[in-house]
T-cell receptor, first 114, second 111 residues
Framework: GAVVSQHPSWVICKSGTSVKIECRSL??????MFWYRQFPKQSLMLMAT?????????EQGVEKDKFLINHASLTLSTLTVTSAHPEDSSFYIC??????????FGQGTRLTVV | GENVEQHPSTLSVQEGDSAVIKCTYS??????FPWYKQELGKGPQLIID?????GEKKDQRIAVTLNKTAKHFSLHITETQPEDSAVYFC??????????FGAGTRLTVKP
């Protein structure tokens, strides 16, 4: 299947700082990427859909000014958690759809805000 | 929007036995139903999928069935092995739109 690379795999940051997570599609052009958040022992919850060259679409309840998404190229989307707080600690996962509808996901990023 | 329900939340089987996980979806327009396996600390991995024009699909020990009328689909794993132990998620989507996930099933295969 398609390869989606996510970086970093884990990060610890201080409360009030910002953290950027990168998501790259390595072997295909991803016009759309999805960002999910997963709390311990819970399901993946969609945060936003990132479209190359346009503004991301956020799910209800997700603050777009806090979770900045940039999808400037067909192979890279980034999620920046701004002014992070301990409650933002979670597992963040990016994913993308290929032209044949399959969705593939990155390895995930474990964010811990202290 | 689409709502996906998944049962059971936990499942424990003996090695060699079969495991079945069931999901229902709410939006009759959904036409793509994948299953993912997630190991601890990793992203979900696609293990099998089915489209709405097919009722059943099999890949070695794994099979998925779809009942469009009832709006439910199931994952069947036969001859389970300890390495099958993981959390399994079903999902549903319409075309290339975003994927909505079930709550997950923690499968434990006891040696």
């Amino acid at each position: 299947g398609a390869v989606v690379s996510q970086h970093p795999s884990w990060v610890i940051c201080k409360s009030g700082t910002s953290v950027k997570i990168e998501c790259r599609s390595l072997d295909f052009q991803a016009t759309t990427m999805f960002w999910y958040r997963q709390f311990p022992k819970q399901s993946l919850m969609l945060m936003a859909t990132s479209n190359e060259g346009s503004k991301a679409t956020y799910e209800q309840g997700v603050e777009k000014d806090k979770f900045l998404i940039n999808h400037a190229s067909l192979t890279l989307s980034t999620l920046t958690v701004t002014s992070a707080h301990p409650e933002d600690s979670s597992f963040y996962i990016c994913g993308t759809r290929t032209g044949r509808t399959e969705a593939f996901f990155g390895q995930g990023t474990r964010l811990t805000v202290v | 929007g689409e709502n996906v329900e998944q049962h059971p939340s936990t499942l424990s089987v003996q090695e060699g036995d079969s495991a079945v996980i069931k999901c229902t979806y709410s939006d009759s327009a959904s036409n793509y139903f994948p299953w993912y396996k997630q190991e601890l600390g990793k992203g979900p991995q696609l293990i099998i999928d089915i489209r709405s024009n097919v009722g059943e699909k099999k890949d070695q020990r794994i099979a998925v069935t779809l009942n469009k009328t009832a709006k439910h689909f199931s994952l069947h794993i036969t001859e389970t092995q300890p390495e099958d132990s993981a959390v399994y998620f079903c999902a549903a989507s319409i075309g290339n739109n975003d994927m909505r996930f079930g709550a997950g099933t923690r499968l434990t295969v006891k040696p």
